[in-house]
């Protein structure tokens, strides 16, 4: 009975209402973010916690009904989409090795999907190796779309790219 006591009194302490987080900078410029206020000395600013209930789902409105001809039809109506931005159409230019299997599968995806592309190969050519340390190069594949740089492949990313280049 007493243990029973005690592990009640230990869960009615808890408590479960408020969780707060603090950010702070640190003497040498560091940003700190905790759950305990800074130090006195620090100027501290409370930050908003987010939990999933603080965002509401958005739904697609239901169908309309639309009665007339040959019964009754289900019609969804069209959302309101912003203005839809054009794919890029200009020539992606593609830094890489000959042993990088990234590129390889950069490479097979462009291809496959019929994307223009220049492919530089920076162990062999002096110039686009050059080129690519100018553009911040550090690992491969580097892929230029338009303005956009991108380090490594992967599918989504890219697509992201081609249809919001500007």
């Given at each position: ?15 479960l209402a408020g969780a707060e987080m ?109 080129r690519y340390k100018e553009l911040g ?30």
């Amino acid at each position: 009975m007493k243990c029973l006591a005690i592990v009640i009194a230990i869960l009615l302490s808890v408590s479960l209402a408020g969780a707060e987080m603090y950010q702070w900078i640190a003497d040498d410029g560091s940003v700190t973010f905790k759950d305990t206020p800074p130090p006195a000395s620090k100027k501290r600013k409370k930050v908003k916690v987010y939990n999933d209930s603080d965002f509401s789902s958005t739904t697609a409105p239901p169908p309309q009904t639309v009665s007339g001809g040959h019964g009754n039809k289900s019609i969804a109506k069209p959302t309101p989409t912003t203005a839809k931005r054009e794919r890029f159409s200009g020539t992606v230019e593609i830094y890489v090795t000959n042993w990088c299997g990234y590129c390889k599968q950069a490479l097979s995806y462009m291809s496959s999907k019929g994307i223009q592309y220049v492919a530089y190969d920076i162990e062999n050519d002096n110039s686009a190796k050059q080129r690519y340390k100018e553009l911040g190069g550090r690992g491969v594949p580097l892929i230029i779309i338009g303005a956009h740089r991108m380090s490594g492949f992967s599918e989504s990313n890219f697509e992201y790219y081609l249809n919001n280049h500007k």
